[in-house]
């Protein structure tokens, strides 16, 4: 018997939704949402209806026959960090998603709407793998001061995803592998996941760890403290410094890795260094990883849209590949991650967690 689950991925201008019987996607959709549209909205929580019809719209014009459907699987939100899994959409989780409590992001909506439809239609509902998923070790979690207390904020829905595909396809269990898992798109994430716990990450969120197209990464501490008491800069703009405007766009002027590529190649020698710089932080971190596994990692991964150039691939795989070998995953299918989780539940090879 296969089933059939419905997913829900809100972003911040666009809810995209996808179709699954067990793994074969039926359809998959994307809703664009106009600024002047969210900006109706006093808060993101007010969107829920709204955003809600919008999915009911799109299975009615595609003639989904709701009945059919066996679960509802949203994206999980900013809720309290809690440990990898798929997670039944519990009341609690639901007042934490309209709380923010770890902060407001559009993604919050995934479990609401889930929750909602699945009440509806007499179907459970789950999220998987929030980014506030926290399987940090203790010592991973120290600063250098006791004021300030290292977070887990990353893609854990795409690095968690792939690593399990990975031990799939080698016929082993995810629990019982050392991974190196490098995601690289507007943000990126390194987690070094060791026998299905992801023990050390950044908080990729907030801009920690290697610079990316969006997110400044790591910043010199001093250099930081004179930038924001210079009193040139406001606090709302050193935050754009360090996630929205940092990292390659601050350098160059452009998100867009491809564009960039085709700059260096065509002489840019500055743009060429960036691109460099950018490849060294990345396999640094990948480096530092493998420390904190004392060595022992079966595989590295690189996933992301990112991973998808060759230049890329090949910079990381000449700096890191000595650790070992790399495995390659292109792209982010969040929508089959989710559908994934679900899977999991359903079949039983996994429980639902209880927030």
Known sequence: MAYRILVINPGSTSTKIGL??????????????????????????????????????????????LKSINAICGRGGLVKPIHGGTYATSDALLEDCVKGVSGQHACNLGGLIAREIGDEIGVPSFIVDPPVVDELCNVARYSGHPLIVRKSVFHALN???????????????????????????????????VKGNVIDTENA????GPFSPERAGTLPDNALVDLCFSGEYTKAEIKKMITGRG??????????????????HAGDKKVAEVIDAFHYQIGKEIGAMAAAMHGKV????????????????????????????V????????????????????KGEEAARTY
């Open 20 to 65: 699954f019987d067990d793994e074969k996607m039926l359809f998959d959709e994307t809703l664009r949402h106009p600024a002047e549209e969210i900006a109706k909205f006093a808060s993101i929580p007010d969107q829920q209806e709204w955003r809600k019809q919008l999915v009911m719209d799109a299975l009615k014009k595609h003639e989904i026959d």
């Open 298 to 325: 079966d595989q590295i991964i690189l996933t992301g849209g990112i991973a998808y150039g060759k230049e890329t691939v090949a910079a990381l795989k000449d700096m890191v590949e000595w650790i070992a070998p």
């Open 205 to 208: 969120l907030e801009g920690e």
């Open 247 to 264: 990292g390659l766009v601050a350098y160059t002027g452009s998100t867009d890795m491809r564009d960039l590529l085709k700059e260096a």
């Open 159 to 193: 690095q968690k995803a792939v690593a399990k595909r990975y031990a799939k396809e080698v016929g082993k269990a995810y629990e019982d592998l050392n991974l190196i898992v490098c995601h690289m798109g507007g943000g990126v994430s390194v987690g070094a996941h």
């Open 327 to 346: 495995t390659v995953y292109p792209g982010e299918d969040e929508l089959l991650a989710l559908a994934q989780g679900a899977l999991r539940v359903l």
